[in-house]
């Protein structure tokens, strides 16, 4: 009796994928299909420098899903790729795609290949030795942080970076992230904001090192940070405590327990 060698054809066409964009060997899910089924691989031509990308359907029975909907630490105003601000790795970012039945974005979260990290310049991932992770944690006794939350960094003056402070057995770690191109920190959201102008129009100078209470603000949220250069004069900053709490102009700190006098 003849003997018949069974296999399993698996069809794959290659695609300039729309749902993935390959730049780096390995399989990516395809976001735009909510069974799970759809994917894509992506190879390395080395002839070429390029990836090659194939289309696959996973079996009847079985899925894969490389990426999950989230409220992501990226709030979405546009379409594109964008890094997590919370990840010190440069390793996980968020796809945000425009969804045209509700008029709203749906972001995805995705983790870079093990070799590669995320390059908020090209919204790509990279080898780690094409671009240097520049998120950085320090801890320092003299922090500007005064409670756990963001707060815009003092030491940008085009609001480009902001910095996260976490309070651990009670000082202050003070991690700087950098927002994505064309975006500037928001100290009244805490968000990375492509509409955000960065510019004060307060009419409070400066005269002395320190934090200092915002007459103007009934709701005794902000106040300045004044930093003292070497030349002699002062680096001003407007900041905004979290959203429970006020600025107590006697500690000069951001608490929930001072009474706002202003009005």
């Known amino acids: ?55 696959y359907h996973c079996p009847t029975t079985s899925m894969l899903c490389c990426a999950w909907q989230v409220h992501a630490a990226v709030n979405c105003t546009s379409a594109g790729r964008f890094a997590d601000p919370d990840d010190t790795t440069c390793k996980n970012y968020t796809y945000c795609v425009y969804d045209s039945s509700t008029g709203t974005y749906l972001s995805y979260n995705y983790v870079c290949p093990t070799t590669s990290v995320f390059n908020p310049n090209s919204a790509q991932c990279t080898a780690s030795t094409n671009y240097v992770c520049n998120v950085t944690t320090t801890t320092t006794n003299t922090s500007v942080c005064t409670s756990d939350g963001y707060i815009a960094d003092p030491s940008s003056t085009n609001c480009s970076s902001y910095i996260e402070c976490v309070e651990i057995d009670g000082s202050y770690t003070e991690t700087t992230y950098t927002c994505p191109d064309d975006t500037y920190f928001d100290p009244n959201t805490t968000l990375c904001e492509s509409d955000y102008n960065c510019t004060s129009s307060s009419t409070f100078t400066c005269s002395s090192a320190g934090r200092f209470a915002n007459s103007a603000d009934t709701t005794c949220q902000t106040y300045y940070y004044c930093v003292s250069e070497s030349n002699g004069t002062y680096l001003q900053y407007e900041y905004t405590c979290p959203s429970t709490s006020v600025f107590n102009p006697s500690s000069a700190v951001c608490t929930t327990s001072y009474t706002c006098t202003t009005s």
């Not at 003849?2 to 395809?30: E, P």
């Not at 069974?35 to 194939?54: A, H, K, R």
């Open 1 to 55: 009796m003849a003997k018949w060698d069974l296999k399993v054809l698996c069809c794959a066409w290659q695609i300039h994928a729309q749902s993935v964009n390959c730049t780096a060997a390995g399989r990516f899910a395809d976001i735009t299909d909510t069974t799970c089924q759809n994917y894509t691989l992506c190879v390395y031509n080395s002839s070429s420098g390029n990836y090659i990308s194939y289309y």
